[in-house]
C-alpha cells in the first residue's frame, strides 16, 4: 500500500525581488514560483505569484500608495484516498495486494461482490472489476485559479497630529475544476454498466460508452472601502494620544457553475445527449433510478456589509495606558427589521509598565508590563439567510417541469455569532533583553453560535439552523526568547507553549441514535458537557470464549448482537476517550548566524490527545 500509493513529498520555493527608488518614489517588484509534490502519488500542485508595490510622495504631506499581487496557480488531485470497498466495510483488508509480482495491476473488492461480477453480463458488460493502480495511472482531475488583488491608498498629513486616509481594494478570482473520467475508469464503467440492460445477446446501454466529463467555474469579484482619520499626539510630560475612527464598506459577489457530460471523447471534444427524466431500471434487479446529476447548475451569492469604527488608547506619564474599541456592522444577510442587521462590538482594556515606576528597584528586569483586556467579536455565516430561500431546479424526474425546494426556512431573529474575550498577561524582559517572555491567561464564551436545533414539524421542517448553541474556552500560552549568543556567532531561542480547553456548553440538537457519536473525532460532533471534537467508541467487552468472536456491551449487557451493538446503544454503552485536538502544542525553534549565514532548527510537539 505505502510503495504504491505513497512517496516522498517534495517542495520547491523559488523567489527573485527588486526594490529602488528616492525621495519622492520607492517600488518593489517580487516573482515567486512554488512548485510542489504530495506525498500521495498523484497529488501536485504550482504557483507562480508576481507583486508590485509603488509609494509616491508627490508633496509633502501627502503619500500615495499602489500595489498589484497576480497569482496563477494549479494543480492534480488525482490520489486515490482511501481504498473503500463499500458493502457495509469501512476499510480495506490489510493484507490485499495491490499488484502482482511482475507489477501487474490487482483487483479488489469494490462495491459489489466477486461472485457478481464475474458473471454479470455473461462477458457482454465492460469489465466490472476495481484495479486501484490502474486507477492512480488513468485519473484526470485538475484545478486552475488566477487571482488579481489590487490596493489603492492615500494618506494626508494634516497638523497637530492629525491624519486622514483612503483606502480601496479590489479583488478578481477565478477558478476551475475538472474532473475526466476515461472510459476505462472504474468510475465510468460502473455506471455505464448499472444503467445497462440485456435483452438476448442485445445489450442496451441507457448511460452511452465514453468519458464523463465534470466541470466546475467559480468567480469572486469583491471590492472594499475604507475610509478613516487617525490622532496620534505625545507631550513632554508623558501623556500620548493614539485614535482612529472610520467606515468601511464591503462587498462580494461570487458566482459559479457546474456541468456534466456523458459519452464524451477528450479527443475530438464530442460528446452525447442523454436522458435524465426517465428513471432506468438498474443492472441485476438493483431497483430504478434516473441519470445521476452530479453539481449541475448555476449559482450565484452577493453578500454586503458596513461597519463603522473607532479605537483610542490613551498612555498617562508613560505607565498607565487605557484602551477601548468599539465598532458596529451590519450586513444584508440579518434581520427582517434595520436594527437587527447591526450588531455591536466593543473592547476595553488597561496596561500597567511596572518597570517604569519609581519604586521598581529591580536592575535585572529591564521590563515588565501587566495587561487585562476584555471585549467581544462577531462572525457570520454567508450560506444562511433571514429570509426564505428556495433554489430553482431545471426539471422533476416525476413531471418534467421546472420546480423550486426551500433550502433555507424563514429566520428573522437570525444574528451574529458572539464570542467574549478575556485576556490577562505579562511581558518581561531581563537585563539586556537576554531572556525576554509573554505569559498569557484567557477565557472565551462563545453565544449565538449558529446549530440545528429542533423545531415544530407542522411548520415543515424538523430542524433549522439557529443562533442557539454556546461554547466556553480557556487557555494559557507562554512565549520565551533567549539570546544565548552574540556577536560573529549568534543563537537566538524561542520556546512557544500553549494549553487550550473547549467545552460545549449548549446544543439543542442530540441525536437519539448514540451511534452517531461514535467515529474519528475529525469532525465537531457537539455533546452538551464535552470537547467539541470527541472521540467515542463501543465498549469492548473480549472475545466470547466458545466462539472467539468479539463482544460489546448493550444496555450493560455483554452481547454479540453486532446490529443492536452498533443502532441501538445507549450513552452509558459508550466509552469517551478524550479530543482528538492537542491540549498542550507548541515548538522550540533555534536560530544560528555565522558570517552572513543562518541556519534553523524547530522542533514542534503535540501532547494530551
Known sequence: YLKHLYRTGLQQQHALSLTGGSGLMNYFLSAGYDRNRSNEAGNRNSRITLHSL?????VERLELQAAVTTTFSGAAQNALGPLVPGGGKGMLYPYARLAAADGTALPVPKDYGSGFIDTAGGGALL???YRPLEELALADNTRRETDL????GAKYQFPKGFAAELRYQLQQAKSENRQYYRQDTYFARNLINLYSSINGGDVKRNLPLGGILFSN???LNAQALRGQLLYNRTTQKGHSLNALAGAELRQAVSRGSGHQTFGYNDDLLTFQTVDYATAFPLFGNLGTATLPAYNLGFREVENRILSFYTNAAYTLFNRYTLSASARRDASNLFGVATNQKWTPLWSAGAAWHLSREAFFQQPQLSALTLRVTYGFNGNI???????????????SSVTNIPFAVLVNPP???LRWEKVGMLNAGLDFALAGNRLSGTLE???KKAVDLLSSTPVDPSTGFTQMTQNAAHLNGRGVDIRLQAVLSEGAFGWNTTLLFSHVTNKVSRYLLQSSNKSAYVGYGYSITPLEGYHPYSLFSYRWAGLDGA???????????????YAALVNRPLFEDLVYHGTTRPAFFGNLLSAFTWKGISLSANISYKLGY
Do not use: C
Request: proline share 8%.
Open 411 to 413: 429566520n428573522p431573529d
Open 441 to 443: 491567561y484567557f477565557s
Open 217 to 219: 467555474q467559480s468567480e
Open 127 to 129: 469489465d466490472w472489476r
Open 54 to 58: 509603488t509609494q509616491l510622495k508627490p
Open 149 to 152: 488583488l489590487v490596493r489603492l
Open 547 to 561: 466462539t472467539g468472536n468479539p463482544t460489546g456491551l448493550t444496555a450493560g449487557q455483554k452481547s454479540m448482537d
Open 381 to 395: 455565516q454567508n450560506n444562511l439567510s433571514a429570509l426564505p430561500t428556495i433554489e430553482h431546479r431545471s426539471s
